[in-house]
């Protein structure tokens, strides 16, 4: 991540990487609102183990992680989207490799 790097979520939205800590997590801002979200390195990388799970093909949009997705939060599932390079499947449904 660096800090200044925008990009945009499925709903449009644009957040921009404000600060990176050491340990591998970020903090975005949503500039439109001035909201701010800390993705952590703990949720980058249970994501990315679950990604690595026999049978994975894709995550739930907006949805908990116990119902298939990354997380309910947009801002949260943009971040973690944007960190591990997902993106929608063909038929729009779910975040895929």
Known sequence: MVIGQAFTSRTGKTFVVVSVDGKGGFTIERPA???KVKISAGMLKKTA????????????????PKDGGISYTVAVVA??????????SANGKKWVK
Do not use: C, I, N, W
Request: charge should be neutral; avoid cysteine.
């Open 49 to 64: 183990a679950r990604m690595q799970e026999p049978g994975f093909d894709g995550f739930a949009l907006q949805a908990y």
């Open 79 to 88: 971040g973690v989207v944007h960190a591990l390079g997902l993106k929608l």
């Open 33 to 35: 609102t001035g909201s």
